[in-house]
């Protein structure tokens, strides 16, 4: 059975396990550090290792994916939404194959997790386009077009009323922050869903992330001419489709 390390870094936790690649499955159990206040990269590098030590995998010889929540090109964080400003234009591969002494393959966590999907969740074998959201601290996005992704969308950060992000109004976050009902919340995404919908006509949505494991209380709310599921893999998506992309 081939297998590989995901590691899935978020706004507020950092999560890990080993992944089946072949079934791709979760082959460990999830474990979970939060994010160091702050998440500079030195912190959060040393938070990583922890997972690693508590995987009980810190030497070992498995391909290793890390999704984080950036734009990620060429190795390098381009943006900084929920982690410091240290992240910008930051050699983040080479950051952390220096400071854990091996290969990684680094990606952006809402790509990762619509690779794992594509491949092995809710859009296997699905034509055309899929657009993945992730639902959390905040927004992220991946396009899918015939199962390849087009990677580092940032659907979360387009501009919404007075909002210089859509994700500070609609994320898991703000119906937190705010505490919104279940049908407050689902009216804000009604608007966001809508308007991607306009703009990109996609097959099919997907949605991940932690809230996804309710998604009973939000999905049946909204009201959209493409199928929107919630990720099977829910929120070990990220996990996963890290992985995989370092098995490639």
Do not use: C
Request: no cysteine; proline share 4%.
């Amino acid at each position: 059975m081939a297998k590989a390390i995901g590691v899935d870094i978020g706004g507020t936790g950092i999560k890990a396990g080993i992944v089946d690649l072949t079934h791709g499955t979760m082959a460990s159990d999830r474990v979970r550090v939060p994010t160091p206040e702050g998440a500079s990269p030195q912190d959060v590098l040393t938070a990583v290792q922890t997972v690693l030590q508590k995987l009980e995998v810190a030497d070992s010889t498995l391909p290793l994916g890390v999704a984080f929540p950036a734009i990620v090109k060429r190795g390098k964080t381009l943006s900084a939404a929920n982690v410091s400003k240290e992240w910008l234009d930051f050699d983040a591969e080479r950051f952390f194959r220096d400071g854990l002494q091996r290969n990684i393959i680094f990606v952006n966590d809402a790509d990762a997790a619509g690779v794992a999907e594509a491949r092995h969740g809710a859009a296997r074998d699905v034509p055309g386009l899929t657009l993945m959201t992730t639902l959390g601290t905040g927004i992220g996005s991946s396009f899918l077009y015939n199962g390849v992704l087009v990677p580092n969308s940032e659907l979360g950060h387009l501009n919404f009323r007075e909002y210089d992000s859509v994700e500070r109004w609609a994320a898991t976050s703000a119906r937190e922050r705010e505490n919104l009902t279940w049908v407050e919340w689902a009216g804000r995404l009604q608007e966001f869903y809508s308007h991607i919908e306009f703009l990109f006509s996609p097959d099919l949505f997907v949605v991940g992330g932690g809230v996804s494991k309710n998604a009973d209380d939000f999905l049946p709310l909204l009201e959209l001419r493409t199928p929107i599921v919630p990720a099977i893999h829910r929120n070990n998506s990220g996990i996963i489709g890290a992985a995989s992309l370092a098995g490639d």
